[in-house]
């Protein structure tokens, strides 16, 4: 009887032992029961992870740094873009200067026409090498100009290459030449229109076209890269022309000041 009594209290001593570590036993099966943040295991099953305090921080993260990437490229493509917008403002600029610079030209020409006698039709003007009849040189010279106003450049130049030479000994056979020469700048034909302005400056230096002729030929050499020359000849203009032509003297003195500052 006493053995028994001992038996049972040793018994009773280890259920209360195993009940303290979390052990509780209910039947042949034991569970553990779970007294920190380590994994819940059976017997017959895997380890049961306790979830995540943070689980989209990573990817939260992750798309944080795509969104800085995607800024980063855009602003440089806009860099980008911006660099090329300032170059065709540069290109447009540059041609809306020569065009204004033309109409300028045709407006004073238009508004202070020199006097032509239409009347006065040499023999040379009445017929061309076909012996056809030439047009009056004053309709001839109005349908050149009407052509540069409505920027028709080469049926221009064309226009004004043939009235120089059909009608050689009219007073408006300089201006044509002149003309050409205007035109042919416009059109990028640099070659052709040194050749005009040169010939109105050298062979007709004292008509009233010499001192623009001047400053064109001048302005030519410089955008064909003869910069030493074209420095020199508006030099000249300046010097020349000085309280004869002071128009076409300032156009000369604010382009060397341009040229000596792009050099500097």
């Known amino acids: ?102 109409d300028s030209r045709i407006s004073a020409l238009t508004l202070a026409p020199p006097a032509v006698n239409s009347q006065e039709v040499t023999q040379a003007e009445a017929d061309n090498n076909d012996g056809e009849a030439l047009p009056p040189a004053g309709e001839a010279y109005k349908s050149a100009m009407q052509l540069v106003r409505d920027k028709k450049f080469s049926e221009a130049r064309e226009a004004f290459d043939s009235f120089a030479e059909n009608y050689a000994g009219n007073a408006l056979a300089v201006n044509a030449i002149y003309w050409a020469g205007e035109v042919s700048m416009v059109e990028g034909k640099l070659d052709v229109a040194e050749a005009r302005f040169r010939t109105v400056k050298e062979d007709h230096s004292g008509h009233s076209k010499a001192a623009d002729a001047s400053y064109k030929l001048a302005v030519v050499l410089d955008k064909s890269g003869k910069k030493a020359e074209s420095k020199a000849l508006l030099q000249e203009v300046i010097s020349q022309y000085a309280g004869k032509s002071d128009s076409t003297v300032s156009l000369a003195q604010a382009y060397l000041k341009k040229m000596q500052g792009t050099s500097e």
Request: no cysteine; hydrophobic share 40%; proline share 6%.
């Open 1 to 102: 009887m006493k053995r028994l009594v001992v038996t049972l209290a040793l018994a009773a001593s280890s259920v209360s032992a195993l009940s303290d570590d979390g052990w509780v036993s209910v039947g042949s099966t034991q569970v553990v029961a779970p007294a920190s943040s380590e994994p819940v295991v059976t017997p017959d099953q895997s380890p049961i992870l306790a979830p995540s305090a943070n689980p989209g921080g990573d990817l939260l993260t992750e798309l944080m740094l795509q969104v800085e990437q995607m800024k980063t490229e855009i602003a440089s493509l806009r860099g980008q873009l911006e660099e090329q917008q300032a170059k065709v403002r540069r290109m447009e600029a540059s041609q809306q200067d020569r065009y204004l610079d033309l």
